[in-house]
């Protein structure tokens, strides 16, 4: 497993004097105090926090902090590629959660069957079915399942040290070494 000191240069776990001194000369009294307030209130993911500055707001694809600095967000993580305040998007999702706020899979409802038909056309071969998720990270785990079931094996290939999400079987099928680290034993996994 990697060596947890070369890991601490990202994220949370950077606490060396450089990222310090950062913080003294760009940041202002109430932007440090908010990330202060959020270290000591918000239980961090490790490498996931947005530890170096606070976001006033999100449009397109820039972000603007306490200070009014904008920033090009070049992160690309969930939705970013669609720009944040997309006015499509969250017209669609105005009108989603105006008729329909929760769907339970017990009770279909015909945006969920039109969106699992399209995805169907879509996908190769003999892939006629979709298994809705919400998130990326229980995506893994439930394919994960599905290719046990499918496979009645229990091995997986996978990328070592590649992200796959930060639940536990996500991280089992290689993960991080930051997410593993303290999750158990590798032969466990």
């Keep these: 497993m990697a060596d947890l000191a070369q890991l601490q240069s990202e994220g949370d776990l950077n606490q060396s004097p450089q ?10 009294e109430t932007t440090r105090a908010v990330l202060d307030d959020d270290a000591r209130s918000v239980l961090h993911q490790s490498l996931s926090t947005p530890c170096l500055n606070v976001l ?12 009014g600095r904008c920033y090009f967000d070049v992160h690309g993580n969930t939705v970013h590629q669609v ?8 017209a ?15 009770s279909p409802n015909t945006v969920a069957v039109e969106l699992a038909k399209r995805l169907a056309q879509l996908a190769p071969g003999d892939l006629n079915r979709v298994l ?7 995506a893994i785990g439930m394919a ?13 290939i996978s990328m070592w ?29």
Excluded: Y
């Design 83 to 90: 720009g944040f305040g997309n006015p499509t998007v969250i």
């Design 161 to 189: 040290d590649a992200f796959h999400g930060a639940s536990l079987d996500a991280i089992s099928v290689g993960g991080e070494a930051i997410f593993r680290q303290d999750a158990g034993s590798a032969a466990a996994w």
């Design 56 to 67: 006033r707001s999100c449009q397109g694809s820039t972000i603007e902090d306490l200070q």
């Design 92 to 106: 669609a999702i105005t009108e989603q959660m105006a008729q329909r706020s929760f769907c339970t899979r017990r």
């Design 19 to 28: 990222r310090q001194a950062w913080l003294a000369q760009h940041l202002d």
């Design 144 to 156: 994960l399942k599905l290719a046990r079931v499918a496979t009645g094996r229990s091995k997986t």
């Design 132 to 138: 809705f998720c919400p998130s990326g990270t229980g």
